[in-house]
């Protein structure tokens, strides 16, 4: 398990180091943005460089960005002004990391680790937002994982917020356009 999560840590860290891809601010927020807090604290779970971590302080919000690739913290510290009040670490993410931690908002994009479920559930503060928005193994897409632990079910979303309300849901298998960025993923907020 652990030769696995370093073998992973190194694909991240020469993804980021190495990408030039300009990453679009996740469907879930730019569609849901009269459901998003304007102030608090917000986690960006796996945030990569940082794009919904930015967009999240733009709206007033204090984030947290954590990530285990090195390479995606620097990218987002290289970035940072005095503007912004986000705070980024190098973390691997586990079940511990969110003992005694209460957040407004938590964000999954692009990240499922089914394990950690009911600790990101906890970590929610009360009527604070879960948000998932993933790869479902319905839509399979080129660019998105082919190892099925990391692909969301049919409808799986509504199982890993249980115990919450969802205030919106999006699921989409078919490419609509080019532009499209939904295709063969899914989302869900959340309110705990």
Request: glycine share 6%; hydrophobic share 40%.
């Amino acid at each position: 398990m652990e030769k696995m999560s370093q073998k992973r840590k190194v694909k991240w860290n020469n993804y980021y180091k190495t990408t030039t891809t300009d990453r679009s601010v996740a469907a879930a927020l730019k569609e849901n943005l009269s459901l998003l807090p304007k102030h608090g604290l917000a986690l960006d779970l796996a945030c990569g460089t940082g794009v919904n971590s930015f967009f999240l302080a733009s709206l007033g919000m204090k984030v947290r960005a954590w990530d285990y690739s090195k390479e995606a913290i620097a990218s987002i510290k290289a970035s940072l002004t005095n503007e912004e009040q986000i705070y980024p670490d190098e973390i691997t993410i586990s079940r511990s990391c969110f003992e005694d931690q209460k957040f407004d908002l938590i964000l999954c994009c692009h990240f499922l680790d089914r394990a950690i479920d009911r600790a990101i559930f906890n970590a929610a503060a009360p009527g604070g937002l879960i948000i998932y928005q993933t790869f479902t193994s319905e839509g399979r897409v080129d660019n998105g994982p082919s190892n099925p632990d990391f692909l969301l079910n049919y409808r799986e979303l509504f199982f890993l917020v249980r115990g919450c309300q969802v205030l919106s849901y999006r699921e989409q298998l078919v490419k609509r356009s080019e532009k499209d960025t939904m295709h063969g993923k899914a989302y869900i907020i959340a309110k705990k």
